[in-house]
């Protein structure tokens, strides 16, 4: 199958989201430059790593402060629409643009990152985006809300607790 780049230099929106209730949530990455739209579907932890990546990479380039930009608390733009399941992903910093680049690709059959050239026809889809430091900032900060809106943990084994409880592992199996 032909690869397919969707390539985002300083984008309009750079957020993750979700769609669904705590629990049977699905996460996404999504980017909008004009009227160009790309949601691709990712794993909670996914996006958990690469705030926390992300942050660590902007303390490392003493980047601006969190306190510089807010999160952007609006909804996914509608429609969602999948366009690939993120696999690997990878971050750098550009310092002759002074940028964040953020790549997600489909999963390979090894699950490994496959770094390619643009004009490469075959190989997993990828999607790349090169964000300022605060807008960096501002996903790093989204990402952490994101986060903290899911189900509340169990303070004994730390898994989510649904409505209903749960087995608790470290409770004996007991419902908590």
């Known amino acids: 199958m032909t690869r397919r780049l969707f390539i985002f230099d300083e984008p309009d929106r750079f957020v993750a989201g979700t769609v669904g209730e705590p629990g049977d949530r699905a996460f996404y990455l999504q980017a909008r430059k004009g009227s160009a739209l790309v949601s691709v579907a990712i794993e909670k932890v996914q996006v958990a790593a690469l705030a926390a990546r992300l942050d660590d990479l902007l303390d490392a380039v003493d980047a601006p402060a969190a306190g510089a930009t807010e999160a952007d608390e609006h909804p996914l733009e509608e429609p969602v629409v999948e366009l690939f ?6 971050l750098a910093w550009d ?24 004009d ?3 190989g997993p889809d990828l999607l790349r985006v090169r964000l300022a430091p605060t807008d960096a900032r501002g ?15 169990c303070p004994f084994c730390g898994q989510p607790l649904d409505p209903s409880g749960h087995f608790c592992v470290r409770n004996n199996g007991q419902l908590n």
């Open 85 to 90: 399941r993120v696999g690997a992903m990878a």
């Open 95 to 118: 310092p002759a643009s002074e940028a964040v680049v953020i790549e997600a690709q489909t999963p390979t059959e090894d699950g490994d990152y496959v770094e390619l050239p643009d």
């Open 120 to 122: 490469a026809d075959d």
């Open 139 to 153: 996903f790093v900060r989204r990402a952490e809300a994101l986060m903290a809106a899911g189900r509340p943990a």
